[in-house]
């Protein structure tokens, strides 16, 4: 195997990461703004924001599904159980008595096998919930006259709250372990840039060099 640095963040995969973190930043605001715990909005324009900025996710999504479904790129978040048992050690125990983490990315396997379990819990459970609870509140007039509507309204709203701090407990622990291992400007240059370093097989560095000699340095 050769280490070597190579993009593995297209630019529309670093344009969706970062508009998406921006619009999900934006709607937690506002949906605390919503709950009242957030005095820096009103309740009309939290409500405003919050549902700009909610169709503004969704069509990102729409486009996010279209890619990686052309593309390719959804066999990144494949399941494993191959390693997964090591990185949750690693995480659990290792990386507080300096262990050095288990995985290494490689050009067909740019996640570890628990970030794939998680980045697939998140897009296939949490994200569709908060859609589908977001969406069934904002257009409650549509079925307001079903029998028991004001009843299952508050379970929606329920729900929605629930997946939301959910997600937002998901960005935490995200955002702490861009802490851990290399430098916080170390694990958020990838995504930048779109380089990161991995390990290739001598025919993936060999078709690499010569048919995109670009994304490899």
Request: hydrophobic share 55%; net charge neutral; aromatic share 18%.
């Amino acid at each position: 195997m050769s280490v070597r640095q190579v993009m593995l963040y297209t630019r529309f995969e670093r344009f969706w990461h970062w508009t998406q973190m921006l619009l999900i930043v934006a709607l937690l605001f506002s949906g605390f703004a919503v709950h009242g715990f957030n005095p820096a909005l009103d309740f009309y324009n939290a409500v405003v924001l919050h549902t700009a900025g909610a169709l503004a996710l969704i069509v990102l999504w729409i486009f996010a599904i279209f890619w990686h479904l052309t593309t390719g790129n959804w066999r990144h978040y494949v399941p494993t159980a191959n390693g997964l048992w090591q990185v949750a050690r690693f995480y659990a125990w290792g990386i507080f008595h300096g262990e050095r983490h288990p995985y290494r990315k490689a050009y067909w396997r740019k996640h570890n096998p628990l970030q794939a379990l998680s980045y697939l819990a998140l897009k296939l459970m949490l994200f569709p919930l908060i859609w589908a609870t977001g969406l069934a509140y904002l257009f409650y007039s549509l079925w307001s006259a079903i029998p028991g509507a004001s009843t299952m309204l508050e379970g929606v709203a329920l729900a929605h709250t629930l997946v939301a701090f959910a997600i937002l407990a998901f960005i935490i622990i995200h955002v702490y372990l861009l802490t851990t291992g290399h430098s916080f400007a170390e694990h958020v240059k990838p995504m930048i840039t779109g380089f990161d370093t991995v390990d290739l097989t001598p025919e993936e560095e060999a078709y690499l060099e010569r048919d995109e000699p670009r994304h490899i340095r």
